[in-house]
């Protein structure tokens, strides 16, 4: 299927005074023919300076803001693949997605800027382009909003885009301590706006406040990309702050009518002295996914009368499977329900046969919002799907459940030893190759336990060789210096030996009994 256009030209056609976008820094606003108007100068600037064409892979390393998705329908106007950029990651983590994906350049915010040497030295990514949307910058760097005002052309994206496009490419951390390039389509973010769309009542009117982090799926996806789908509105803040998020959400201006945010963020909204004060009820859907809720937090909100949907998914899956309905919400408070419209769920045994209902087995999920696959991971593309006899292709999700008589599902545990920390995803492996660089460590393992205020952190469980003395703190420092804050163990015990299988793997199900 050729697609005829993108969808903010599409409205910019139809509705081109209707307000697209809101950046609640800076506090400017931007209808569907500004944003249109300033994306083709962006794609136009990028491909006359930068030389990229498509297929072709550009950084952005940024807080949110509206440039963030003028950035991205740039991207989509050329062909080009955009390459997010966490920028909670350490200089080494950075450069490794860099040079993996083949990155042409960077644009950025002004207050990552003293990051961007180092980062353009030892990378491909030549070309730079500089945010000015929060602070000024310094550095001699082409301002952002200076190409936007110079350039006359325009780029409109190509006919010959399909749904099988890749649009973006956004990297997930690795089991193996290499994050992976996740291939993510036009199909994918197409599918999942449609998904989204029924069980949240998302509408052309509808006004969503953008709180999660946009180098997230969720933060792009979780519904801000589906509101651009539609025709509506977002308030894109830079970075979540619960004093600000309770007066926007409350502010009957504004009217904010969706919402979407991890248990972290919904557990401190609740614990904000203004919660009780604040008047909620212009919100017509609360959203929440990332890691399981406390099921004290829902009925903390359900003494307000607010009900939130418990929902699951992951990059790989553009990224909603789940959005469990109201009704069940309160009544299953630990299920994510059933898979949304356009996908399809199993929960299956190692044999690949559907497991009965109250028996544990993997998520594995089908359907038109599933990645193609991984940037240059013939390994991942070959371990990740199972094609089943019908010809069907499996997604393996890594994460076990349980389906109960109704049809509902329970994500019960993971299989793999991936933890989650205040809504960022933290692969265990990862950590522990920096733990065997210090010198000192004979062995050791991460795995993560509860946290009252991240829901899970790491803990890392070390053995020293004999003779050495180490303590906790110069663990945790060594780590701060090489891993994103999320991903530092907050603990660190010392034990003798850890416990292993025949074939020399740890048994982290032991430690988690014991330090859990």
Same mark, same amino acid.
């Given at each position: 299927?050729?697609?005829?256009?993108?969808?903010?030209?599409?409205?910019?056609?139809?509705?081109?005074?209707?307000?697209?976008?809101?950046? !609640?820094?800076?506090?400017?606003?931007?209808?569907?023919?500004?944003?249109?108007?300033?994306?083709?100068?962006?794609?136009?600037?990028?491909?006359?300076?930068?030389?990229?064409?498509?297929?072709?892979?550009? =950084?952005?390393?940024?807080?949110?803001?509206?440039?963030?998705?003028?950035?991205?329908?740039?991207?989509?106007?050329?062909?080009?693949?955009?390459?997010?950029?966490?920028?909670?990651?350490?200089?080494?983590?950075?450069?490794?997605?860099?040079?993996?994906?083949?990155?042409?350049?960077?644009?950025?915010?002004?207050?990552?800027?003293?990051?961007?040497?180092?980062?353009?030295?030892?990378?491909?990514?030549?070309?730079?382009?500089?945010?000015?949307?929060?602070?000024?910058?310094?550095?001699?760097?082409?301002?952002?909003?200076?190409?936007?005002?110079?350039?006359?052309?325009?780029?409109?994206?190509?006919?010959?885009?399909?749904?099988?496009?890749?649009?973006?490419?956004?990297?997930?951390?690795?089991?193996?301590?290499?994050?992976?390039?996740?291939?993510?389509?036009?199909?994918?973010?197409?599918?999942?706006?449609?998904?989204?769309?029924?069980?949240?009542?998302?509408?052309?009117?509808?006004?969503?406040?953008?709180?999660?982090?946009?180098?997230?799926?969720?933060?792009?996806?979780?519904?801000?990309?589906?509101?651009?789908?539609?025709?509506?509105?977002?308030?894109?803040?830079?970075?979540? *702050?619960?004093?600000?998020?309770?007066?926007?959400?409350?502010?009957?201006?504004?009217?904010?009518?969706?919402?979407?945010?991890?248990? =972290?963020?919904?557990?401190?909204?609740?614990?904000?002295?203004?919660?009780?004060?604040?008047?909620?009820?212009?919100?017509?859907?609360?959203?929440?996914?990332?890691?399981?809720?406390?099921?004290?937090?829902?009925?903390?909100?359900? !003494?307000?009368?607010?009900?939130?949907?418990?929902?699951?998914?992951?990059?790989?899956?553009?990224?909603?499977?789940?959005?469990?309905?109201?009704?069940?919400?309160?009544?299953?408070?630990?299920?994510?329900?059933?898979?949304?419209?356009?996908?399809?769920?199993?929960?299956?045994?190692?044999?690949?046969?559907?497991?009965?209902?109250?028996?544990?087995?993997?998520?594995?999920?089908?359907?038109?919002?599933?990645?193609?696959?991984?940037?240059?991971?013939?390994?991942?593309?070959? *371990?990740?799907?199972?094609?089943?006899?019908?010809?069907?292709?499996?997604?393996?999700?890594? *994460?076990?459940?349980?389906?109960?008589?109704?049809?509902?599902?329970?994500?019960?545990?993971?299989?793999?030893?991936?933890?989650?920390?205040?809504?960022?995803?933290?692969?265990?492996?990862?950590?522990?190759?920096?733990?065997?660089?210090?010198?000192?460590?004979? *062995?050791?393992?991460?795995?993560?336990?509860?946290?009252?205020?991240?829901?899970?952190?790491?803990?890392?469980?070390?053995?020293?060789? =004999?003779?050495?003395?180490?303590? =906790?703190?110069?663990?945790?420092?060594?780590?701060?210096?090489?891993?994103?804050?999320?991903?530092?163990?907050?603990?660190?015990?010392?034990?003798?030996?850890?416990?292993?299988?025949?074939?020399?793997?740890?048994?982290?199900?032991?430690?988690?009994?014991?330090?859990?």
């Amino acid at each position: 299927m050729i697609l005829a256009t993108d969808w903010i030209a599409f409205h910019a056609d139809r509705t081109p005074e209707k307000i697209a976008m809101i950046d !609640q820094v800076t506090g400017r606003s931007f209808t569907y023919g500004d944003f249109h108007d300033r994306a083709g100068r962006l794609a136009a600037y990028l491909r006359d300076h930068w030389g990229v064409v498509a297929g072709d892979r550009i =950084a952005i390393l940024g807080k949110n803001s509206t440039e963030y998705f003028e950035f991205e329908f740039a991207c989509i106007k050329l062909g080009a693949l955009m390459l997010p950029l966490n920028w909670r990651l350490a200089e080494p983590e950075l450069l490794f997605i860099l040079n993996d994906s083949g990155a042409k350049g960077i644009v950025y915010d002004a207050e990552f800027e003293g990051r961007i040497p180092t980062l353009v030295a030892k990378s491909n990514a030549k070309g730079r382009l500089r945010i000015d949307s929060a602070q000024l910058g310094s550095d001699d760097a082409p301002s952002y909003e200076d190409t936007i005002g110079q350039t006359n052309d325009h780029v409109w994206m190509s006919p010959h885009t399909t749904h099988d496009t890749a649009l973006t490419i956004m990297y997930t951390a690795g089991t193996t301590g290499h994050p992976k390039g996740v291939l993510i389509t036009h199909g994918m973010t197409l599918w999942n706006a449609i998904n989204i769309t029924t069980p949240t009542g998302l509408s052309h009117e509808s006004v969503h406040y953008v709180v999660l982090p946009t180098f997230h799926t969720g933060g792009l996806n979780l519904y801000a990309n589906p509101i651009f789908h539609l025709g509506g509105t977002n308030i894109i803040a830079r970075n979540f *702050d619960p004093e600000l998020t309770l007066k926007t959400i409350s502010d009957p201006s504004l009217r904010v009518s969706h919402f979407f945010g991890v248990p =972290a963020i919904y557990l401190f909204l609740s614990q904000h002295p203004d919660f009780d004060q604040s008047d909620l009820t212009a919100i017509q859907s609360w959203g929440c996914g990332g890691a399981p809720m406390p099921v004290a937090v829902l009925t903390r909100y359900a !003494q307000r009368g607010i009900v939130v949907q418990l929902g699951f998914g992951m990059t790989e899956t553009s990224p909603t499977v789940f959005l469990i309905d109201r009704r069940r919400a309160l009544e299953k408070p630990t299920s994510v329900g059933k898979p949304l419209q356009h996908t399809r769920v199993r929960v299956v045994n190692e044999a690949f046969e559907d497991v009965s209902p109250g028996q544990v087995g993997e998520v594995v999920i089908s359907g038109p919002n599933i990645t193609p696959g991984y940037w240059n991971r013939p390994d991942a593309n070959r *371990d990740s799907f199972t094609i089943d006899s019908h010809g069907n292709r499996w997604l393996h999700s890594g *994460d076990a459940g349980m389906v109960d008589e109704e049809g509902c599902i329970y994500i019960v545990d993971r299989y793999k030893d991936m933890y989650i920390s205040g809504g960022e995803n933290v692969y265990p492996a990862e950590v522990e190759q920096v733990l065997f660089q210090i010198d000192g460590v004979a *062995d050791a393992a991460v795995i993560g336990v509860p946290d009252d205020r991240w829901g899970e952190s790491g803990l890392a469980i070390v053995v020293l060789k =004999a003779g050495c003395e180490l303590g =906790a703190d110069a663990v945790i420092t060594y780590c701060a210096g090489k891993l994103a804050k999320y991903k530092v163990p907050k603990q660190v015990v010392f034990v003798e030996s850890l416990p292993r299988n025949a074939a020399g793997k740890v048994l982290k199900r032991e430690l988690r009994v014991q330090f859990s």
